[in-house]
């Protein structure tokens, strides 16, 4: 298996930044992407950003121009800066993870976090 830890997530105000860190540990063959997820209650998950081992990079569009994800590959680590939160990124984050580790029988997984609670509130 391998095991996501999600970081940063916390109480904010409208305007202010966070920084989210997901480190992923295992026996990791080769990662193909990894990503951030949110949720907000009562709505279903959404993808938030999303980087490959190559460095491309697919956002949402209500994030775009506001959040920032990175990756340290040799750290198997990813980043999500995100600036002028608005209450509307209140959500639950989850971290992402697809590619092939111990555990797989050489198959494409995907893991999943446990998520940080990001609250952006006056």
């Known amino acids: 298996q391998v095991q996501l830890v999600e970081s940063g997530g916390g109480l904010v105000q409208p305007g202010g930044s966070l920084r989210l860190t997901c480190a992923a540990s295992g026996i990791i063959f080769s990662i193909y992407s990894m990503g951030w997820y949110r949720q907000a209650p009562g709505k279903q998950r959404e993808l938030v950003a999303v980087?490959?081992?190559?460095?491309?990079?697919n956002y949402a569009d209500s994030v775009k121009g506001r959040f920032t994800i990175s990756s340290d590959n040799a750290k198997n680590t990813v980043y999500l800066q995100m600036n002028s939160l608005k209450i509307e990124d209140t959500a639950v984050y989850y971290c992402?993870?697809?590619?092939?580790?111990?555990?797989?029988?050489?198959?494409?997984?995907?893991?999943w976090g446990q998520g940080t609670q990001v609250t952006v509130s006056s």
């Open positions: 980087i490959t081992s190559g460095g491309s990079t």
């Open positions: 992402n993870v697809r590619g092939r580790w111990y555990g797989t029988g050489g198959s494409d997984s995907v893991s």
